[in-house]
């Protein structure tokens, strides 16, 4: 049972357009949303994450909104560069928890 | 500042085996999970240890342990080694235990035949 669901597995957007990658959850008990970048031969890095009070949190280039009633997040990366090419992990956990559940992964390519 | 460090990064075990995985969280982090990424999906969590002791556990059979030393650093032991345990072993380690904000190693991948 896939409670964490990335649907597209790759994506691929110019520099300096808006990147959009989505993630949708069915486990009610997930209030904690998280978003990690991994590049190839590395782990994942923590890139952003928001609570279940907010529907939007903001950092730099990246913004996470969450829609709570449709059980479904996004992360818009603004401009998009060469450099975010990556496979981008959503993730979710009930409270501010360790224990992350991690849908399949977008990858991300940012062309020139 | 030294990151997680894992070991070995790959290994080749046949089915019926044992494998010892170990890591070194970032100093001064005292909460390490280990999570199996088996290829096509994303980490899965198997166990968080936070000052020495088990704070969790993912669905996995007994096959798999975990341990905590007195300096943070981590063991994952996976007995009676499967086919399906072929994947890519990650550990994560962070400053307290009630935390998303994991720092992961490279990861160990391992290989049975």
């Known amino acids: 049972d896939q409670q964490v669901k990335q649907n597209s597995p790759s994506l691929s957007v110019q520099e300096g357009r808006i990147s959009i990658l989505n993630c949708d959850y069915t486990?009610?008990?997930?209030?904690?949303f998280l978003w990690y970048k991994k590049y190839p031969a590395e782990g994942p890095t923590f890139l952003i994450s928001?609570?279940?009070?907010?529907d939007k949190n903001e950092d730099g280039r990246f913004t996470v909104f969450l829609n709570k009633s449709a059980k479904h997040l996004s992360l818009h990366i603004v401009p998009s560069q060469p450099g975010d090419s990556a496979v981008y992990f959503c993730?979710?956990?009930?409270?501010?928890?360790?224990?992350?559940?991690f849908g399949t992964g977008t990858r991300l390519q940012v062309t020139l | 500042d030294a990151g997680v460090t894992q070991s070995p990064t790959h290994l080749i075990k046949t089915r019926g085996q044992h494998v010892t995985l170990r890591c070194s969280p970032i100093?001064?982090?005292?909460?390490v999970s280990w999570y199996q990424q088996v290829l096509g999906q994303g980490p899965q969590f198997i166990f968080q240890?936070?000052?020495?002791?088990?704070?969790g556990r993912g669905n996995f059979p007994d096959r798999f342990s975990a341990r905590q030393f007195p300096n943070y650093s981590s063991e994952l032991n996976v007995n009676a080694l499967l086919l399906g345990d072929s994947a890519l072993y990650l550990c994560?380690?962070?400053?307290?235990?009630?935390?998303?904000?994991?720092?992961f190693g490279e990861g160990s991948r391992l290989t049975v035949l």
């Open positions: 100093s001064g982090h005292k909460s």
């Open positions: 993730a979710a956990a009930p409270g501010t928890a360790s224990k992350l559940t």
């Open positions: 486990n009610s008990m997930f209030d904690y």
């Open positions: 928001i609570s279940s009070i907010k």
């Open positions: 240890y936070y000052e020495k002791e088990e704070r």
């Open positions: 994560a380690s962070s400053l307290v235990v009630l935390t998303g904000e994991l720092f």
